[in-house]
């Protein structure tokens, strides 16, 4: 057991008195509500205030920038996954623009067509980007669907 | 640890932990720990500028959860290491009050900025174990801190005077031996519960006296 030199003064003593607080384990809940009631605090309101500084430090950590950033990466990468299963001909492009309307319906795809009143007379990149996103609308579609299935 | 990588894993650990009731251990861990070196210092030293022991704690959280204090989960949990943060704070305070004298360091703008907590950066020095410092203020200053830690130890004994197992733990430390629980356990031949049962009646004690005291000034 490590011992030391006794305190020779009251200073001393003092000392290794506060120490020996210091050291002292705190057992249980119940005591923490006692210390902080003691102390003048309403222990529900820290523990909200807590939490709440906890979840903004939350929000403004890189950490959490990196997470948004990648879950924006994921979804453009779904996106272009599309690209592969384009139809070639500007004429197909329509006809599958023309099917997904109708398939989402007007609520669903009014967003994508307001950009595209006269779809049919776009330029081909119009049109290419217009069912890209009717594609991703129908698959999010889709999974919602086979989501509710489950 | 400041400036090491927070990685995701240990973020994700971060984000599913329970702020409320760790947020009120700390507090109450740091409450407790200002309340110790309020009753074991001469100075009396206030945090600074007007801070709270919810600053301290408040200020570990946001440090933590945005990684500019870095908890390594392999080196142990959460709140032991949360409790060393605040430790460190509130030691830097009372400790440089309790055991010396802060000046300066030089006019070096530099060297005179807080850190982000407002805690002043000094170069602290004994200054009793210099003979230069050894000024009639400083002696007399010394002399204050005996009578005044004579009053407490005097008084502090008295109040445990009708609890043997409360003087005895006080009887131990003054042999030397170290005033961890553990260690005073071993030396009475108790449980380490039953010293930080003492230990708490003994600070109940030696907080009471500090309001009479404050009341008697």
């Known amino acids: 057991m ?38 003048g605090y309403d222990p529900d309101q820290v523990s909200a205030q807590m939490k709440a500084v906890a979840e903004r430090a939350m929000k403004e950590a890189p950490l959490n920038w990196r997470e948004r950033a990648q879950e924006m990466e994921d979804a453009k990468a779904r996106l272009m996954a599309f690209r592969s299963v384009l139809p070639s001909s500007r004429a197909e492009i329509i006809n599958a623009i023309k099917e997904l309307v109708a398939k989402l319906g ?24 217009l069912l890209h996103q009717l594609q991703y609308l129908s698959a999010q579609e889709d999974k919602r669907a086979d989501t509710n299935e489950d | 640890m400041e400036g090491a990588k927070l990685t995701p894993e240990t973020f994700q650990q971060l984000k599913e932990t329970d702020w409320g009731a760790v947020g009120q ?20 030293q206030e945090l600074p500028q007007g801070k ?9 959280i946001e440090k933590t959860l945005t990684g500019k204090r870095h908890w390594d989960p392999q080196k142990g949990p959460l709140v032991p290491w949360l409790k060393d943060q605040a430790k460190s704070v509130v030691d830097a305070v009372y400790n ?102 003492c230990l708490k009646r003994i600070r109940r004690h030696a907080l009471k006296l500090e309001k009479e005291f404050d009341h008697a000034k």
Request: aromatic content about 6%.
């Open chain 2, 96 to 197: 440089s009050a309790a055991r010396r004298r802060e000046i300066p360091t030089s006019t070096d703008d530099d060297e005179n900025e807080s850190d982000d907590l407002g805690l002043p950066r000094h170069r602290a020095l004994d200054s009793f174990a210099s003979p230069s410092n050894a000024s009639p203020e400083n002696i007399l200053l010394e002399e204050e801190e005996a009578e005044w830690a004579a009053k407490r130890i005097n008084t502090l004994f008295a109040a445990v005077s009708g609890e043997p197992e409360l003087q005895q733990v006080l009887s131990v430390m003054m042999d030397g031996c170290e005033p961890k629980p553990r260690y005073l356990a071993e030396e009475r031949g108790v449980s380490i519960s039953e010293i930080n049962n």
């Open chain 2, 52 to 60: 709270t022991p919810e600053d301290i704690v408040q200020h570990i």
């Open chain 2, 25 to 44: 251990e700390l507090l109450a861990f740091t409450i407790l720990r200002i309340q110790n070196y309020k009753w074991g210092t001469y100075s009396r």
């Open chain 1, 2 to 39: 490590p011992n030391r030199k006794p305190p020779v003064t009251d200073k001393d003593l003092t000392r290794a008195i506060t120490e020996s607080f210091n050291e002292m384990e705190l057992d249980s809940p119940e005591e923490i509500i006692a210390i902080l009631s003691e102390a």
């Open chain 1, 106 to 129: 007007s609520g669903k795809s009014e967003l994508a067509m307001a950009q595209y009143r006269n779809f049919e007379s776009a330029p081909d990149e119009d049109l290419t980007s």
